[in-house]
């Protein structure tokens, strides 16, 4: 069967029209992406100051007020900050004016109660939560004050939602930016002040700054859209509670299989096991975050947008997956490659042991990379599967660590990993083939298929290669991929990548 994507952009005009929009997934990936890189920078920087200024027991307790928040945040918010997302993007996508309106100001009106109930429900369980968290009263003041947070949370998610749903990238990322800075300096003020007195009005005031911040982005946007006329619809509230509940049952159900994994681990292993695996999943996940931050800021809006256009549906879905693979197959080539130089360097020497399970991680990146734009087609179409597309996986997942860690040790982890976003892409693939005919097109297939290329040469230096020179088939692999990944975006967009980065350059330098 002809994938309607390859027939489309075989003409002229259809190739222009390509070419447009492959610039716009690039620009988008580029600016979140970088955007996101900066904030990882800027979190390195925070986390390691707290630690010199409050010491691991100022360190944990902080930690611990900011996973009573977002349990509090993530239970009360409902999942609004996607489903407001996506119905105010089809809303826009309509071309009706007073739908968009409705869907806004029904938006805030829910965001608003749900945000008033999280903080009042909160303040009033501070005691026990206290007492359940620490073992007694003391922090329930703490708490108390903390519950101004959920509100604040609220309100931010709201405005985003507004920027997000927009498809204004370059304010948003500015925003993250701006954001992630203005953050980093009040917190560590508030710290060199008060120590560890300091945290509670730390983080009060870091959801504040994000507040207003968020607020001042959002400003224009919620001129254009104020509207006194424009009613509360019950309708539209049901569709955001409706796919909002999806989405606190997701994330419930992912926060449950990330304890999981780790009590299997601890217990078929041990605790240092556990640190090797916690290192391995947060260095694999660097890179991805970059590419998949992007996506989901930037992607779903588009797709909710055309979601009533199949075509147009399968299209976007086919060259997110190109972006995609293009910038993560060099990433995930050069993370196996060099994982046993990257553990000493990210964390210490004895985390060694650790180099081998990141490569098997780094292949289940490469599956992720393939399975997410396909579970956002399923999002976007409020289709239910959406949820249970990933229960399949992650009980995959669970299945194969059960199974696996007794008798292959850490490195089942790795595999499992594998299977899980295997099984993720097979069963995202069939529920997009039912609801949109999809298919990937040529070009997504020959990225795909040298992306497993690209990942076996770079495995079987390790195995046919003596020690230490196995990484060395791998670092040409990677090279390689470099170029062709800068060589196919530029084809796929036709711009010249490096020379416009470097006219702009020169323009600024003038």
């Given at each position: ?320 997956t190109v972006v995609a693979l293009l910038i993560g197959i060099p990433g995930v080539v050069g993370t196996i490659c060099f994982a046993p130089l990257l553990m000493p360097v990210f964390y210490a020497s004895n985390f060694g042991p650790a180099a081998e399970l990141l490569k098997w991680m780094a292949v289940g990146v490469f ?56 099984v993720f892409t097979l069963v995202n693939l069939i529920a997009a083939r039912s609801l949109t005919d999809f298919r990937w097109s040529r070009d997504a297939w020959q990225v795909i298929g040298l992306g497993f290329l690209a990942l076996g040469m770079t495995g079987a230096g390790f195995l046919l290669v003596p020690a230490p ?40 330098a003038a």
């Open positions: 069967m002809t994938d309607r994507t390859t027939s489309t952009i075989s003409s002229p005009d259809g190739a222009v029209d390509s070419s447009r929009s492959y610039r716009s997934v690039l620009k988008a990936t580029s600016l979140l992406g970088g955007a996101t890189a900066i904030n990882l920078i800027l979190s390195m920087v925070r986390v390691k100051c707290v630690a010199l200024l409050l010491g691991p027991g100022g360190l944990g307790l902080m930690g611990m007020f900011q996973s009573i928040i977002t349990m509090a945040t993530t239970l009360s918010g409902m999942g609004m900050n996607y489903s407001g997302v996506r119905e105010i993007a089809e809303a826009r996508g309509s071309g009706d004016e007073e739908q968009l309106k409705t869907a806004v100001t029904t938006f805030r009106r829910v965001s608003l109660w749900l945000g008033i109930g999280g903080t009042a429900a909160l303040a009033a369980l501070c005691i026990p939560i206290s007492r359940i968290t620490f073992g007694d009263g003391a922090q329930a003041f703490s708490i108390l004050c903390l519950s101004s947070m959920v509100m604040c949370s609220m309100l931010t998610t709201c405005d985003a939602a507004l920027i997000q749903s927009a498809q204004q990238i370059g304010r948003l990322a500015k925003l993250n930016v701006v954001g992630g800075l203005v953050g980093t300096v009040v917190s560590l003020s508030c710290f060199a002040m008060w120590r560890q007195e300091g945290i509670v009005p730390a983080l009060i005031a870091g959801a504040v700054v994000q507040w207003l911040l968020t607020r001042h982005f959002a400003r224009q946007l919620s001129q254009s859209y104020a509207d006194p006329s424009a009613g509360y619809s019950r309708e539209v509230a049901g569709r955001l509670f409706r796919f909002g509940g999806t989405m606190v049952v997701l994330g419930f159900m992912v926060s449950i299989s990330g304890y999981l994994q780790r009590v299997l681990i601890l217990r078929s292993l041990d605790e240092s096991a556990l640190g090797f695996f916690q290192a391995a999943e947060g260095l694999s996940g660097l890179y991805a975050g970059y590419i998949l931050g992007a996506m989901g800021t930037d992607f779903l809006p588009r797709l909710s947008a055309a979601v009533s256009d199949s075509g147009t549906v399968n299209r976007l879905v086919n060259e997110q599956g992720r990379l393939i399975s997410w734009p396909l579970s956002f087609l399923l999002m976007a179409k409020g289709d239910s599967r959406f949820l249970w597309t990933n229960v399949i996986a992650t009980l995959a997942q669970l299945w194969a660590l059960w199974v696996g860690l007794p008798r292959l040790g850490l490195n089942a982890c790795g595999y499992a990993t594998i299977l899980s976003f295997a020179w196995g990484f060395v088939p791998g670092a040409v692999v990677f090279l390689l991929s470099c170029y062709w990944g800068y060589r196919r975006l530029c084809h796929l967009t036709q711009i010249p990548l490096v020379g416009r980065l470097l006219g702009r350059l020169k323009r600024q």
